[in-house]
């Protein structure tokens, strides 16, 4: 005799699966290749704030953000970004054909007629750290056209201001095509 009760038996496997729209989130089952942009958008004597790589896939690209905290005063920064209401790292896109991506809430895409945001969408994605620094990402869709694709940070006070990088999109859509499929 068992203390469990036997499980019910497993559902029959079903031919519909659901799936997220491509301008969601990365594809999945997907390698995405490396884009190294080893981009130093600002230095002070408090931390560096700087975007290593792009993870590139077929559908768009993961933005890194990285800041790097002064050993020497990491106690102290933390401790004035925790006094009041932190905020949150913004990241943003502007691509060569003019189109803009991040500059209001990630939420509320406006989409066109077949259910497809015509501007860049930028969704925060995660990120996390310790006592050194933090790490950011964003994930954007789509990919961008051939030519200048500029990226924007602004961080939460104490820092001010925005900083900003320009990459070449021709260089993205080269690491798309070096993306790996494994399963569809």
């Known amino acids: 005799m068992t203390f469990f009760e ?14 997220p729209p491509a301008w969601d ?7 995405p290749s490396t884009l190294r942009v080893d981009a130093l958008l600002s230095q002070d004597e408090n931390a560096v704030v700087s975007i290593p790589y792009l993870d590139v896939y077929p559908n768009g690209f993961r933005i890194n953000v990285s800041i790097l905290m002064n050993p020497n005063r990491q106690d102290e920064i933390r401790a004035r970004m925790h006094r009041g209401p932190m905020g949150m790292v913004r990241i943003g896109v502007r691509f060569s054909d003019g189109r803009v991506g991040g ?23 995660g990120g996390g750290g ?10 954007v869709y789509p990919l961008p056209p051939d030519g200048p694709l500029e990226i924007f940070v602004a961080l939460p006070p104490p820092s001010t201001g925005e900083t900003s990088t320009t990459v070449d999109g021709s260089a993205v859509r080269a690491a798309a095509e070096r993306a790996r499929v494994i399963w569809t």
């Open 103 to 125: 500059r209001s809430g990630p939420f509320e895409a406006p989409r066109d007629d077949q259910g497809i945001p015509p501007q860049p969408v930028v969704r925060q994605g």
């Open 130 to 139: 310790g006592s050194g620094g933090w790490s950011f990402g964003a994930w």
């Open 25 to 31: 989130r990365p594809s999945e089952g997907t390698l």
């Open 6 to 19: 036997p499980l019910p038996p497993p559902r029959e496997p079903s031919e519909l699966r659901w799936a």
